[in-house]
């Protein structure tokens, strides 16, 4: 018989993500966010491939992040107001973790399995962090995407892109709830 852990299943019950926009510091601390990540590093892999990789963004990091992106959105086709947001993403930010997707060959995993590890990273990371009492939220947007702020911003190798940008911080407010999706109307039981 299973031993159930209520006040596991009540946080996951509860949890709510924080918008990124709300947070300030302080941040966790260097120590906290090593044990972030080895909760993050916990999630489903198959085949122990590891496709996933952190690059923890503080600082000044963060500002040149949103001074890459204001250049090359200037230059692409990013809106004003789209492009303004992307920028305070990383300008407004005090911590943020990119989860790096990093698919690799293999006979047998395919990569469509390695990137929903990096996505399982991601949700780790994030649920670790409020179960931990810090607010958080998973960004991505066209940034997560694009291959000339990849490279410039990241470093990041042809293969890779940002699975998510994990905001962490302290929460200044708490966002009330939000319509949550029907589960009966989106779940089909088949028992023959």
Do not use: Y
Not at 78 to 95: H, M, N, S, V
Not at 103 to 117: A, C, G, H, R, Y
């Amino acid at each position: 018989m299973p031993e159930p852990r209520p006040e596991v299943l009540e946080f996951l019950r509860t949890r709510r993500s924080r918008p990124a926009r709300t947070l300030t510091r302080p941040v966790p601390t260097r120590a906290e966010v090593e044990e972030l990540l080895q909760i993050a590093a916990r999630s489903p892999d198959h085949g122990k491939l590891v496709p996933w990789r952190f690059i923890v963004l503080e600082g000044a990091a963060l500002q040149r992040l949103a001074a890459l992106v204001v250049e090359l959105g200037e230059g692409g086709d990013q809106p004003g107001e789209k492009l303004d947001k992307a920028r305070r993403q990383f300008a407004d930010a005090d911590l943020v973790i990119a989860v790096i997707a990093a698919p690799t060959e293999s006979d047998k995993v395919p990569e469509v399995e390695q990137i929903l590890s990096a996505g399982a990273v991601c949700l780790a990371l994030l649920n670790g962090a409020l179960a931990s009492g810090w607010g958080a939220n998973w960004l991505t947007g066209w940034m997560a995407h694009d291959r000339a702020f990849l490279s410039q911003a990241l470093g990041l190798s042809g293969n890779e892109f940002v699975a998510g940008f994990i905001h962490i911080g302290t929460e200044t407010i708490v966002p009330p709830e939000r319509p949550r999706p029907d589960v009966a109307a989106l779940t089909t039981w088949v028992r023959a």
